[in-house]
C-alpha cells in the first residue's frame, strides 16, 4: 500500500535545473524541484518548486497540464496573444495542455504544483 504523503514533511532533496538557453530571455534563472509523487508511470507528479527571478518562453506539450498554487514571490504568465495575469501568494492556477507563452518570476517564488500528462498525446 502507498505512503500518506503530508506535505508538511522533509521534502526530498530538489533537483536543480535552468530554462533551455533557446528558450530564456536573459540570463536562465536557477529552479529547484523537489517532486513528493509520481504515479502511472510519471504521467502524475506532485511536488514544490522554486525560482529566482528570470523570464522564458514555455510550449506546453498538447497532453501536459499544471495546477499550481504559489506559497511566496510573485510571477506572470503571458499568453501568445499578449494576455498576462500575475499571481501572488495563495493565487492557485491551471496551465492548460498546449498553452504557449512566457513564464516571468518577478519576485524568488515557492510553489506547490500538480502536473498530469495524458498518454498518447
Known sequence: MPALIHFSDPAPA???DRP???RAIGTPPRRLTSERYCAEDGALSMGD???EPGAWRIA???GRHEF???ISGRLRI???????REFGPGDA??????????FEVLEHVTKRYVMFDRPGQ
Open 20 to 22: 533551455a538557453p533557446e
Open 78 to 84: 503571458i499568453d501568445a496573444a499578449g494576455a498576462a
Open 93 to 102: 492556477g491551471i496551465i492548460p495542455a498546449g498553452f504557449v507563452g512566457t
Open 60 to 62: 506546453f506539450h498538447p
Open 14 to 16: 530538489p533537483l536543480e
Open 49 to 51: 518548486w522554486a525560482c
Open 68 to 70: 499550481f498554487q504559489l
